[in-house]
T-cell receptor, first 110, second 116 residues
């Protein structure tokens, strides 16, 4: 069983709309969660980190964490074509290693 | 701040040769560096964790004699792919964790290795 699961997509969202990306994790020991954006041929770039239950907002991005449901999400408001990328969800457990999901490919349609 | 560089950015080599990839933290000291491999349309897979001054810890299924890791200083780790074969062709990415910033890993730009 994969430790971090994401819908691979592709997810298509009209420009200006809200993009919603979801992730579930299986390891209850995980305490830290991260969303990375990866453009094709490039390395991942950290978008958001979240450690506590609830919402965390940073500009157009909002991360949501529900530890009881083992669920993490990322909302992108006012989606822009430049947001088109693969979004990787990652968890960090007690061993300090990051475990990545397979990523969700997001396409923003102008 | 927190910039990580990798060199080379891409390399093409013949089967059987060895390739060395460098990962440097440019503006911070990295007590721990991580090496990942990513095949097309797949996620990042951790290969090994490298701590300065000690032997690297390899993930299950990763051959330590084939993927040699050296973390000789707080700003440099190297990955050497020995006797490379076409199946080793992949995108190799390092990340570094700074002292006192345990929750953050900063990724290098990656090295694309093609073995002919």
């Amino acid at each position: 069983q994969k430790e971090v699961e994401q819908n691979s997509g592709p997810l298509s969202v009209p420009e200006g709309a809200i993009a919603s990306l979801n992730c579930t994790y299986s390891d209850r020991v995980s305490q830290s969660f991260f969303w990375y954006r990866q453009y094709s041929g490039k390395s991942p770039e950290l978008i958001m980190s979240i450690y506590s239950n609830g919402d965390k907002e940073d500009g157009r991005f909002t991360a949501q964490l529900n530890k009881a449901s083992q669920y993490v999400s990322l909302l992108i408001r006012d989606s822009q074509p430049s947001d088109s990328a693969t979004y990787l969800c990652a968890s960090k457990g007690g061993n300090e290693k990051l475990t990545f999901g397979t990523g969700t490919r997001l396409t923003i349609i102008p | 701040g927190a910039v990580v560089s990798q060199h080379p950015s891409w390399v093409i080599c013949k089967s059987g040769t060895s390739v060395k990839i460098e990962c440097r933290s440019l503006d911070f000291q990295a007590t721990t560096m991580f090496w990942y491999r990513q095949f097309p349309k797949q996620s990042l897979m951790l290969m090994a964790t490298s701590n300065e001054g000690s032997k690297a810890t390899y993930e299950q299924g990763v051959e330590k004699d084939k993927f040699l890791i050296n973390h000789a200083s707080l700003t440099l780790s190297t990955l050497t792919v020995t006797s490379a074969h076409p199946e080793d062709s992949s995108f190799y990415i390092c990340s570094a964790r700074a002292s006192g910033r345990a929750n953050e890993q900063f990724f290098g730009p990656g090295t694309r290795l093609t073995v002919l």
